[in-house]
């Protein structure tokens, strides 16, 4: 086989052969193969008095979050969503609504939130 022949049977490789149809089922596949490989989630929990990093989850949960600065800072995004609309300004009215409603649940979604742990 010359040298010539050997380049063209690499140049028409198996991902160039294929048309742009059967690269998305191709991707489409992988992609569906890779969400049934995923590990369990296991949801967090509140620490105890005394066990460790429980001064850090008690400063920021339930003294910021959970306190007068979470609730301020939710009502503030509150208010901030309504002069967005005001401004016709849809997307980060959207996002300022969220946030908002994150801040004043924080409590609720903090314990909620799980972490795959493989």
Same mark, same amino acid.
């Given at each position: 086989?010359?040298?010539?022949?050997?380049?063209?049977?690499?140049?028409?490789?198996?991902?160039?052969?294929?048309?742009?149809?059967?690269?998305?089922?191709?991707?489409?596949?992988?992609?569906?193969?890779?969400?049934?490989?995923?590990?369990?989630?296991?949801?967090?929990?509140?620490?105890?008095?005394?066990?460790?990093?429980?001064?850090?989850?008690? =400063?920021?949960?339930?003294? #910021? @979050?959970?306190?007068?600065?979470?609730? /301020?800072?939710?009502? +503030?995004?509150? %208010?901030?969503?309504?002069?967005?609309?005001?401004?016709?300004?849809?997307?980060?009215?959207?996002?300022? =609504?969220?946030?908002?409603? #994150? @801040?004043?649940?924080?409590?609720?979604? /903090?314990?909620?939130? +799980?972490?795959? %742990?493989?």
């Amino acid at each position: 086989m010359s040298k010539t022949a050997m380049l063209m049977k690499m140049k028409n490789s198996f991902w160039k052969a294929m048309t742009w149809e059967h690269r998305r089922y191709l991707i489409c596949a992988l992609a569906v193969g890779l969400l049934f490989c995923a590990q369990n989630a296991m949801a967090f929990t509140v620490p105890t008095s005394g066990s460790f990093a429980y001064d850090l989850y008690d =400063l920021a949960v339930n003294q #910021i @979050l959970k306190g007068p600065v979470g609730f /301020v800072a939710g009502i +503030g995004f509150m %208010i901030l969503c309504v002069f967005a609309i005001a401004r016709q300004m849809v997307l980060p009215a959207i996002l300022c =609504l969220f946030a908002g409603v #994150i @801040l004043i649940k924080a409590d609720a979604i /903090v314990v909620t939130l +799980g972490g795959i %742990i493989a």
